[in-house]
T-cell receptor, first 113, second 114 residues
Framework: AQSVTQPDIHITVSEGASLELRCNYSYGATPYLFWYVQSPGQGLQLLLKYFSGDTLVQGIKGFEAEFKRSQSSFNLRKPSVHWSDAAEYFCAVKGDSWGKFQFGAGTQVVVTP | ETGVTQSPTHLIKTRGQQVTLRCSSQSGHNTVSWYQQALGQGPQFIFQYYREEENGRGNFPPRFSGLQFPNYSSELNVNALELDDSALYLC?????????????FGPGTRLLVL
């Protein structure tokens, strides 16, 4: 069975500092991987996705993520955080067959001045 | 291009009642998936509809049921509501099912069961 672990429940970062959110997955084959962001009371917005090819993927809002098969990880990074990046971030994994997305529990990001 | 829309935005029901939530998929998409997101948790997959047929189901009881219409919009029905059904219900649409599918989410319907 596929699963996703986001080890950090809560991260506090200063505005302008770098951010890295961790995601580890368990899946028997090559997974399809996603990062979504959710602002309070809102739905999920897709930040980026990995299907195959270049293991470093670029997304919207200046985010990037790196797929590391050997570590079963897909960590999300941003070089310089803005106050508007305060939100909850979800990593998701999907298999090659039907469309169930398995989400992690999320990481809440707080940005301080 | 119109994104995924959901109605209503908020809903209050009492235990034992029934509720219907609605979702309009993004233009060009023929697949709709439903998720339940309890407070402080990640979304949990309920089921998916592809071309009006159920295409997979998560660990939810039969009192959670759905429909997809010829225009690919969808409904989620929950019978005999329980207090634990209080959650944000998210609809996501995509083009095709399986494979390199990307799901785009609506804003959700927040359901409170009293």
């Amino acid at each position: 069975a596929q699963s996703v672990t986001q080890p950090d429940i809560h991260i506090t970062v200063s505005e302008g500092a770098s951010l890295e959110l961790r995601c580890n997955y368990s899946y028997g084959a090559t997974p399809y991987l996603f990062w979504y962001v959710q602002s309070p009371g809102q739905g999920l917005q897709l930040l980026l996705k990995y299907f195959s090819g270049d293991t470093l993927v670029q997304g919207i809002k200046g985010f990037e993520a790196e797929f590391k098969r050997s570590q079963s990880s897909f960590n999300l990074r941003k070089p310089s955080v803005h106050w508007s990046d305060a939100a909850e971030y979800f990593c998701a994994v999907k298999g090659d067959s039907w469309g169930k997305f398995q989400f992690g529990a999320g990481t809440q990001v707080v940005v301080t001045p | 291009e119109t994104g995924v829309t959901q109605s209503p935005t908020h809903l209050i029901k009492t235990r034992g009642q029934q509720v219907t939530l609605r979702c309009s998929s993004q233009s060009g998409h023929n697949t709709v998936s439903w998720y339940q997101q309890a407070l402080g948790q990640g979304p949990q997959f309920i089921f998916q509809y592809y071309r009006e047929e159920e295409n997979g189901r998560g660990n939810f009881p039969p009192r959670f049921s759905g429909l997809q219409f010829p225009n690919y919009s969808s409904e989620l029905n929950v019978n005999a509501l329980e207090l634990d059904d209080s959650a944000l219900y998210l609809c996501a649409s995509s083009s095709g099912a399986g494979g390199r599918e990307t799901q785009y989410f609506g804003p959700g319907t927040r359901l409170l069961v009293l």
